[in-house]
């Protein structure tokens, strides 16, 4: 594809006039060759491309290896690391007050799928408009190395014995939750990573990436599901993602073969092209139906699982101003005395 994004490339600026270096953050404290570490690298791309301004982004993130990522990516926007699971409350204030911002929410398998489960699953049903990123390892590795939420049922770890319970699929509880953007992906594999999570920018409501993250110190035997090798060889992508920016001059050489375009918010295109299977990403049941034959067959499924531009943001839900909460003045946001009287007098 020839478009905006190569042209710039060559001037080693995006259309807004930013280098990469200018989305980049301080340097990694995680372990070498952390699959984290290639997830970020991703994020970085992938705003640069789209020529994002930083300062339009949230950072949001938890506690765990995962939520220390925010601090390796745009170093110009501002961000909150806050407690265990409890990222989703912040980025709904934070969403809520300002809603000219984009959240990009960091999260990993035991901030979402273990403490945070709860607050996960309610975020997905406002629909807050941000990127909700899990970097899934099966491990709780700032604690060496315990088995997570989403550790296989009979996974064996070095001084944690055998895991004796069945595993929560972050993606299967986004599609019971209703979310309108689902998509899995394998921090081994960073085209398919940068153009989801191009897409899933362009998106206006939540967008839920699951990433398989391998952890290389306590999580990356052969037999894990969370490895490198095992997913390498078990990878199995649904379609070829391209996101074509939005007013970007595009030349596509593609093959022969059937092409599904899911338009974005903002009129970019997501192209997807099928592979092996007849799937149509708008189809919900499918989705549910496709991750359950393929978990029981053992693959790694990856791509874009559902996608529905049709439901309502949680600014939308609430008929919220068009003007940031953190703009108006206080007549506007403060009732009046004579307002809560009639409230009042309403119960009496």
């Known amino acids: 594809m020839e ?18 270096n200018d989305y980049k953050g ?29 300062e339009k982004i949230i950072k949001l993130s938890g506690i765990g290896c995962s939520s220390k990522s925010p601090t390796y990516f745009l170093s110009r926007s501002h961000g909150f690391n806050g407690l265990h699971g409890r990222m989703p409350s912040l ?25 945070g489960i709860g607050q996960f699953i309610h975020l997905l049903r406002r629909n807050l408009p941000m990127v909700y990123i899990v970097e899934n390892n099966g491990v709780y ?7 997570s939420a989403t550790a296989d049922k009979g996974q064996v770890l070095k001084k944690q014995g055998v895991n ?13 939750a209703n979310c309108g953007f689902v998509a899995r992906s394998f921090a081994g594999d960073p085209k398919q990573v940068r153009e989801l999570i191009k897409a899933a920018l362009c998106f206006e409501g939540t967008a839920v990436l699951d990433i398989i993250s391998p952890c290389v ?28 920016p939005k007013k970007d001059e595009i030349h596509i050489d593609l093959k022969p073969g059937e092409v599904k375009e899911v338009e ?33 067959k053992n693959i790694l499924i990856t791509g874009l699982f559902y996608f529905n531009e049709r ?20 007549e506007k946001l403060r009732p009046s005395q004579q307002s809560l009287i009639d409230l009042m007098d309403q119960f009496r």
């Open 3 to 20: 478009s905006a994004t190569v042209i710039t490339a060559r001037s080693g600026t995006n259309t807004i006039g930013l280098s990469k």
């Open 26 to 54: 301080r340097p990694s404290t995680l372990c070498q060759g952390c699959g984290h570490n290639s997830i970020s690298a991703q994020i970085i791309s992938a705003c640069y491309e789209l020529a994002v301004p930083p």
């Open 91 to 115: 980025a709904t204030g934070a969403l809520v007050a300002n809603r000219t911002l984009k959240g990009i929410g960091i999260s990993g398998d035991g901030d979402t799928a273990s403490i």
């Open 141 to 147: 590795g700032l604690t060496k190395g315990q088995f």
């Open 164 to 176: 004796p319970f069945m595993p929560v699929d972050v993606c299967l509880e986004a599609l019971a």
């Open 217 to 244: 110190t306590f999580n990356n035997r052969d037999e894990s599901t969370k490895s490198y090798s095992w997913a390498k060889v078990h990878e199995d992508p649904l379609h070829d993602v391209t996101m074509v």
């Open 264 to 296: 974005m918010h903002d009129g970019s295109m997501l192209m997807l092209k099928k592979l092996e299977r007849d799937f149509d990403p708008a189809d919900r049941l499918s989705a549910l139906h496709m991750l359950e034959e393929t978990k029981a």
């Open 311 to 330: 439901q309502p943001s949680l600014q939308d839900i609430g008929n919220m101003s068009g003007t940031p909460l953190t703009e108006l003045p206080v």
